[in-house]
């Protein structure tokens, strides 16, 4: 299995020839190499993103079959299946490489911001388990002055929700931190944005890298 060294370049090479195939219709926005059906894994990276339909994980990576671990729940939350699901693919595969992927204008982060605010008095339990996960990262920026500009509370809503996540899997499993004590996991916060289809990896990125 090769380093999250080497996996984080991969992703950021993949993303560059993604925005560049946006920009060039002929161009090829999937994966470097042919497509296959891989009979047995070795994804060289886990992704837990967002299930939202406009950020998949493999083509914003031009990634193909067998390449990506992809974790997909709305708001990238983390709730013990999530863990469970890095732990699995750590274990099992030897991945190295863990990036929480968030994305601007992110709708849990919208919602929770609107829960914050206005509390609904009806809303489904199963909704509201997803709302209270995003909602200790975000809460404490209603109390400052950001509070009263709506498009740079929702930016960095949404980079707390990541940065909380990314922290949560570093901290919320033995296993997780055994790994990155002692095998070099490396797990990192990434926002990708729907303008642009750059992915900016911002959180826990090695100097140098
Ligand atoms: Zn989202």
């Known amino acids: 299995m090769i380093s999250a060294q080497e996996a984080l370049a991969r992703l950021r090479e993949g993303n560059q020839r993604f925005v560049a195939g946006m920009q060039d219709p002929f161009g090829r926005m999937g994966p470097a190499h042919p497509l296959t059906l891989p009979r047995e894994q070795a994804p060289f990276a886990v992704v837990l993103g967002c299930s939202d339909s406009r950020v998949p994980a493999e083509l914003v990576f031009g990634q193909g079959f067998g390449d990506l671990f ?34 601007t204008q992110c709708g849990a982060v919208l919602a929770t911001l609107e829960e914050l605010r206005q509390p609904a008095d009806h809303q489904s339990p199963n909704l509201r388990a997803i709302v209270d996960r995003v909602r200790p990262a975000v809460e404490p920026l209603l109390s400052t002055p950001l509070a009263q500009n709506d498009h740079q509370l929702v930016a960095q809503a949404v980079r707390a929700n990541i940065l ?46």
């Open 70 to 103: 992809v974790i997909r729940v709305a708001g990238n939350i983390v709730a013990p299946s999530q863990v469970g699901s890095v732990e699995f693919a750590a274990a099992r595969f030897g991945t190295r490489l863990v990036v929480v992927l968030g994305h």
């Open 164 to 209: 909380a996540a990314a922290n949560h899997l570093r901290h919320g499993s033995a296993l997780l931190e055994r790994l990155i004590d002692r095998d070099g996991l490396l797990i990192i916060g990434a926002e990708y944005c729907l303008e642009t289809g750059v992915v900016e990896f911002f959180d826990g990125v090695p100097a140098g890298v």
